[in-house]
């Protein structure tokens, strides 16, 4: 399921105020613990992380990492009493993975809780912690997107050929895989988006409409193949 555009996997627990899941492994009795998708999306791009060199068991409300972005830190705190068993040090390389991948490839830590994980105590399935999400989504303005945005462009008032003009140009300026977030009021930007993406080759990963706002998030491709119209409207290589 997700809560206004930000995932929420049935297959875990959360822990809304310290803004973690987690998911047990019944195999070993170990679970595997990493930050929400709405504390991803608000904190934004993750630049470092730092783990905490603890051992042994520790008390619920530990902080076994601590997360910095432009305009956040905080604290990654167990939810349980529990022995942290591996570190996910591929984000010491690659922060922003947490953005892209919260609930996978962004993992934080492999722990051993100290007593069976079940419900209670702060921990909820997802279907229970919905509204209580809803809420914190709405009171921190928080937009989930697929991928990180690495810069963002705020064209309100501007004609389509303009925006595109700048966009081309912005993009030009990045590295191949990087993400733009456009953000524009012109109510023609979603089929202009469409021709653009024929034209140029690169991506349209998202689109959202936000009131009278188009948001657009393009990822500029490596190689990028544009896409010729045929006679019917449709695109082809």
Not at 4 to 22: F, M, S
Not at 89 to 117: C, H, K, M
Not at 203 to 230: A, I, T
Request: net charge negative.
């Amino acid at each position: 399921m997700d809560v206004d555009g930000c995932p929420l996997p049935d297959d875990r627990l959360y822990d809304i105020e310290r803004d973690v899941w987690l998911k047990p492994d019944p195999a070993d009795g170990t679970a595997t613990l990493g930050v929400t998708s709405v504390l991803a999306s608000f904190a934004g791009r993750f630049v470092s992380i730092g783990f905490r060199p603890i051992e042994g068991v520790q008390a619920l409300g530990r902080s076994v990492a601590t997360v910095e972005s432009v305009r956040y830190t905080g604290a990654v705190r167990l939810p349980v009493d529990a022995e942290v068993v591996e570190r996910n040090r591929s984000l010491e390389a690659r922060p922003r993975t947490i953005n892209d991948a919260p609930y996978e490839q962004g993992w934080i830590a492999r722990i051993r809780p100290f007593e069976p994980v079940r419900p209670g105590s702060g921990l909820a399935p997802a279907p229970e912690v919905r509204e209580a999400l809803r809420r914190k989504v709405a009171e921190w303005r928080v937009h989930c997107y697929p991928a990180m945005p690495d810069q963002e462009l705020y064209e309100i008032g501007a004609e389509c050929q303009a925006i595109l003009a700048r966009l081309d140009e912005a993009l030009q300026q990045r590295p191949p895989g990087e993400v733009t977030l456009l953000v524009t009021d012109d109510a023609t930007s979603p089929l202009e988006m469409v021709r653009w993406s024929d034209r140029t080759g690169h991506s349209v990963l998202h689109h959202r409409v936000d009131g009278n706002l188009h948001h657009f998030l393009v990822r500029r491709e490596e190689r990028p193949v544009p896409r010729r119209r045929r006679a019917d409207g449709s695109a082809g290589r």
